[in-house]
């Protein structure tokens, strides 16, 4: 048998391009530590995360006077979604549940509000007088030993805190006016949070289940799964810091009511809503009850009744929120302080008023997806479908009978 012949050059020359050549892509790569391959890796996925997450806060800022109205909606129909549902079970008509709930919230609001500027406007020109009454009083208490400041000092503080408060007025009322505060604009997001709450309440199922057919067929499970977790979040949510309110303005009310202040009401409808705001907002109003005990009764009672507010604060922030807040949202206090913070920083009173719902929310959304229960959950649902399918396709009678 004759042998090809074969050049021992050429042979030699493929050989060693096969054994011992080196690819400098591979090459650079094995150069690399694996560390900084997976830093780098996740580096880039989180860059873009975090470009989507501010891209969504701009878009949100922009529209916020669509938006705004829109997640108050959601949140008072997670207050009253249960509501309508109970009264549906009870053999309630729909139409009468959904009435009954929504007047409800809006008696309730309603009537809170009138209180509030009913009893201030009561009470408005004998605060007035007291008011003067009293920084007359501490001006002449200022005069005297240890400070023994004169009266054309005093006078020139004044003015300067008079001026800085104009200034500071006329700043705040030009940035209301610029983010559409004026009378047109507060309107117009009465009405669209009163429709939405009441078309949420009518067919949120319906609402819920056309945004999820938006998304591909194969992601449909994981985006239902993980709003209906969001939704329960968030119902659980408004509840709590319904009670959290509460117990916020009971605790301060009944200080100042025990002190013998007055505005005992306007002062605990303020601590309620202010409330609203996790930790920070029972501070802020608390600071008014501690400004009233100062005008209307002196020193030694406001600092009484900022002991009330500091309890009060104490107990919610470390029992409240720890307990009954962090079991229904699953946040944690120290999260809920720097998202409240975040949120004020970006959208002032609104962004920190929805900075914690947001934040729990989108915390069991990623949670429930990342778990993979949706797979288990739509395996389950297609298993189901397929024998309710079958027991479908026996026929009742037999043909023949």
């Known amino acids: 048998m004759a042998r090809r012949p074969r050049d021992a050059v050429s042979f030699l020359a493929r050989f060693g391009r096969s054994s011992h050549s080196v690819d400098p892509v591979r090459t650079a790569d094995s150069s690399i530590p694996q560390g900084v391959i997976v830093a780098g890796a996740w580096s880039w996925r989180l860059l873009l995360i975090a470009a989507a997450a501010l891209g969504l806060i701009w878009l949100i800022l922009q529209v916020k006077d669509i938006a705004i109205p829109f997640i108050i909606a959601v949140l008072i129909s997670g207050l009253l979604v249960p509501y309508s549902n109970w009264m549906q079970r009870h053999r309630v008509p729909r139409w009468l549940a959904v009435a009954l709930a929504f007047l409800s919230a809006l008696v309730v609001v309603t009537g809170l509000i009138f209180l509030l500027s009913n009893r201030v ?234 900075a914690v719902p947001i934040a729990a929310t989108v915390n069991v959304v990623i949670r429930y997806i990342a778990s993979g229960a949706w797979r288990e959950e739509a395996a389950a649902a297609r298993a189901a479908a397929s024998f309710s399918q079958i027991w479908r396709t026996v026929p009742r009678k037999a043909p023949w009978q």
């Open 121 to 354: 406007s009561a009470e408005a020109p004998h605060l007035d007088t007291q008011i003067r009454d009293s920084l007359s009083g501490l001006s002449v208490w200022l005069q005297g030993p240890p400070f023994n400041f004169s009266s054309v000092q005093i006078e020139g503080y004044i003015d300067k805190i008079t001026a800085s408060f104009k200034f500071d007025n006329a700043s705040l009322l030009s940035g209301a006016l610029t983010v559409g505060s004026t009378v047109g604009h507060v309107l117009t997001g009465v009405l669209l949070t009163s429709f939405s709450t009441l078309f949420i309440l009518i067919d949120g199922a319906g609402i819920w289940a056309w945004i999820v057919r938006i998304f591909p067929k194969k992601a449909r499970a994981a985006i239902d799964g993980a709003g209906q977790a969001g939704w329960l979040t968030l119902m659980s949510f408004a509840r709590v810091q319904v009670l959290v309110a509460f117990i916020d303005a009971l605790g301060i009310g009944l200080g100042a009511f025990f002190l013998g202040l007055p505005l005992v009401i306007p002062i605990s409808v303020l601590v309620f809503f202010g409330s609203f705001i996790p930790i920070v907002g029972a501070v802020v109003t608390g600071a008014v009850a501690v400004f009233i005990a100062l005008v209307f009764k002196g020193f030694w009672f406001a600092i009484i009744m900022l002991a009330v507010t500091v309890l009060v604060q104490e107990i919610e922030a470390h029992v409240l929120q720890p307990l009954i807040m962090g079991t229904a949202v699953k946040v944690h206090p120290l999260a809920v302080v720097l998202v409240v913070a975040g949120g004020s920083y970006l959208g002032g009173i609104s962004g920190a008023l929805f």
